[in-house]
Every structure is written in C-alpha cells, then in structure tokens.
C-alpha cells in the first residue's frame, strides 16, 4: 500500500475535521478536540458469546484497525493520535500489526487499557464520536459533547467525497468480488445450490463470511425476486435456471457491493431476453453519470427505462409514461436504483442536502431511495436498477384498473424466475464516470 496516498487522506481529513470543529465553535460550540472511538465490544442477550465486531464508520475512515477499543484522537494543529488499547489477554489474540503505510500518519500511543487515555490528553475541549455515551462520560466528556448533531451532520456529508486512497481501496474490493461472483457463475452452471455457490465466492475471495462487508444474497430462481433474501438453500438444484447473487468484499474497511444475475441455457425466453434488456438499461444509467445530476433523476430513468423495457417485452401494456404515472415500474422495481458507498455498504449521508444537515427526502413513490445526492467528483456509490416478479406486490393488482396494464399469462409464466439486478459501483470523475466494477472483469 502507498504511504504517500494515505497521507494525502489523512491531510483531507484533517482539513475536514478543522473545518467542521470551526463551524462548531462559530455556531456557539465549544469544542476543539474530537475523540473517535471504534465501539465496544457486545454480547448476545444472556450470553457469554460475542457478536460479530464492526467498527464505527467515522473511526475506520482514520484508522484501518477493526478492533474494538480503539480510538483517534483528532486535535487541529497536532498530529492525530491512535490510542490503541492492548489488554493483557490469553484467551484471545489482542495483537495488532502496525503497517508503515498507514501508522507513519499517526503518533501511536500503546495503551493496557483505556482508562489510561485521560492521562495522555491535553487541555483541548473535548467531543466524543462513537456508541457508547456511558464510555465517553468516563473519559471526561459530557453532553453535549457525545456525538454532537451539527459535526455528526458535517462529517456524514463530507464521507460521499472519497479520497485517491478511499478509491483504490474500493477498486481492490471490487476486483476481488469480480473474481468471487465469476466462481459463484461457475458454480451455479455446474449445477451448485446456494450454499455451495455461496462457498465458492467466499472461497475465491479467500475470506470468512464475517469478513463480508454485508450478508451475501444467493438466490436461485424464485428466491430471486426476495429482496434481501438470507438464507443458503442445501437441497439439489442441479434444475435451477437464475442465478442472482448480491456480493461484495472488503479491503481495508471498505467494501464493494456487486450484484450479478447469470441463467442456464434453457431460462425462459422471455426471462433471458429482460436480462439483456436490464444489462443495457445499467450501462445507459451508469452513462448519465456525471457532476451536477442528480441521483433521483437517474431512479426516475431506471423506472421509465424499464417500463419500456417491460413494454417491450409484452409483459405490460401501454406506453413507458403511462407506466410512470400509474407507477407501474415501481411495483417490478420496488428499490432505490442505487446508494451511496464506502466504509459503510449504505454509506451515510444519502439524503443529506448540505453540511448543516438539511435533507432531500425521496421521490413520495420511492420512499425506499436511499441518495438523493447531486453529483459531484469524488463520489462513490452503486447502479442497481432490478427487475422482480414479486407476488405479494404484483397479485394485489391483478383484479384491480392497474392490473390492466399488465399481460398476466406471462408473468404467470415468469413467476418461477424470480428476478433480476445488475449492480455496479461507480465514481463520479470530473467530466463522468469509472465504472470501478467492470473494469475488472
Ligand atoms: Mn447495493
């Protein structure tokens, strides 16, 4: 890893952090010194078994260290800090490998337990960024100082702008889950059930599921048209005939969200035909991006593109503005065409419109949209338009004025499928976009 770009970010942030404690202080806050801590470690209810640990966002983006009890110490004008609590322990592993690439950003300060963190501070009026508001007392801060709203809304914002470094981590993630989802096609045409394809991905990504940066999505056939279905199906599928598989991979904090949809030679003729329509509707919508549009508009493009599409195909009638209006397309597209993303697969401040936090709420028909974003270089999110044959969405209108419009001898017939969604991640560049997916594939 290069020194030298994650130095470039560090910079940022500190420019970034500067920034947002001046904005603080000229809006009547007091502090001058932020704490940000990785989160504490937590159990199952009555239970002595840990839950999975995942650092908090605002914390990763400094220190590329998911552990608990961590924390950056952030104060303009000194070198940032890197607490970094070592407990004696033999009953796990509490070592941590320091790398040159990133540690040289920091003074790094080894510490047996976190109560001796106040020691090591100065004077600075401090703030507290992180879960645990119990913690953050001990340590000396009070309310209003434990995650204050207007630095909370100021640094959410400024997360959709990625550094060079953020973005090479992205593309690392995204490289290795486009080998893991050519493993998982693989699988699932020589005949592999959802966890055995689910298997393969991880397998070829080398990594465990924990490290996952969210819950694959392996589904065959009609388990594709469950949004966030979960489970790994064990049963023969050898007469499976769709694959849709939603899967990403994390490098150092960052994650890539990928979703693919692949189908045996003998899919439904119609199924086959939509997925090649849905594979040039996500190209045409990745085209639009560029700085100054507006993520809604490329939502309302997908669902007026896919309306055609359907219209195309004969599985509705009428005409693709009549689809709009009536919201048809939502019912087949019931999901945002996409969101942000970075540390967090969801990457905070989607709705945000400005660093004061006043918010862009979703289209009313949409309300499941998560960015409402204007573009502008820097950014990082997903294109996902989807396609689904959901019963519980389509029967209610099957004897209604709306179910009309729709050619049900063929969904009847398309039902089995499932669905379809064709996911890339993509990076605003000052006169367009870099699909950071494809290009390795
Ligand atoms: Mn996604």
Redesign the pocket.
Request: zero cysteines; a negative charge; hydrophobic letters at 20%.
């Given at each position: 890893m290069n020194q030298v770009i994650f130095q470039q970010h560090i910079d940022v942030l500190v420019d970034n952090y500067s920034k947002a404690l001046s904005a603080h202080r000229e809006q009547g806050g007091q502090l001058e010194a932020l704490l940000i801590h990785s989160g504490s470690e937590s159990f199952y209810f009555a239970d002595d078994r840990r839950i999975p640990f995942q650092a908090y966002g605002h914390y990763l983006h400094w220190i590329p260290v998911n552990r608990p009890d961590q924390f950056a110490y952030v104060c303009p004008g000194q070198k940032p800090i890197y607490f970094q609590v070592v407990p004696d322990d033999y009953w796990h592993d509490q070592s941590i490998a320091n790398a040159d690439w990133w540690g040289n950003s920091f003074q790094i300060t080894r510490l047996g337990s976190l109560d001796e963190i106040p020691r090591h501070l100065t004077d600075a009026k401090l703030g507290y960024l992180g879960p645990n508001a119990e913690l953050a007392q001990k340590l000396g801060v009070d309310q209003p100082g434990i995650n204050p709203t207007d630095l909370n809304y100021y640094l959410n914002y400024q997360r959709a702008y990625k550094t060079a470094y953020e973005v090479a981590q992205l593309k690392a993630a995204n490289k290795l889950a486009v080998t893991g989802h050519n493993a998982a096609r693989d699988s699932f045409l020589n005949g592999g059930n959802e966890y055995q394809i689910h298997m393969a991905y991880l397998e070829a990504c080398g990594m465990l599921e924990d490290e996952s940066p969210y819950t694959n999505i392996v589904a065959l056939d009609k388990n594709s048209a469950i949004l966030h279905y979960q489970y790994k199906n064990k049963t023969n599928s050898e007469g499976s005939q769709v694959l849709l598989i939603?899967a990403g991979c994390r490098v150092n904090g960052y994650g890539s969200?990928v979703?693919r949809t692949s189908v045996k030679e003998n899919v439904n003729s119609t199924f086959k035909d939509l997925l090649q329509g849905m594979v040039n509707v996500e190209l045409e919508l990745v085209g639009m991006v560029k700085p100054g549009v507006t993520y809604p508009e490329i939502h309302l493009a997908a669902l007026f593109k896919i309306g055609q599409l359907l219209i195309d195909l004969d599985i509705c009638h009428g005409s693709a503005e009549e689809m709009m209006e009536k919201e048809l397309s939502h019912l087949f597209m019931p999901h945002g065409v996409?969101?942000l993303?970075g540390i967090q697969?969801?990457d905070v401040g989607g709705h945000q419109k400005d660093i004061r936090g006043n918010t862009r709420a979703p289209p009313g028909h949409s309300p499941a949209l998560r960015n409402t974003r204007e573009l502008s270089e820097g950014m990082v999110f997903?294109i996902?338009p989807g396609c689904y044959f959901i019963p519980l969405l389509l029967e209610a209108e099957r004897n209604q004025e709306r179910g009309k419009s729709i050619n049900w001898n063929l969904v009847d017939e398309l039902y089995p499928c499932g669905g379809i969604r064709v996911?890339d991640n993509i990076l605003v560049t000052p006169s367009g976009v870099e699909n950071l997916t494809r290009q390795f594939e």
């Open positions: 939603d969200d979703t996409g969101h993303l697969v969801h997903t996902e996911e």
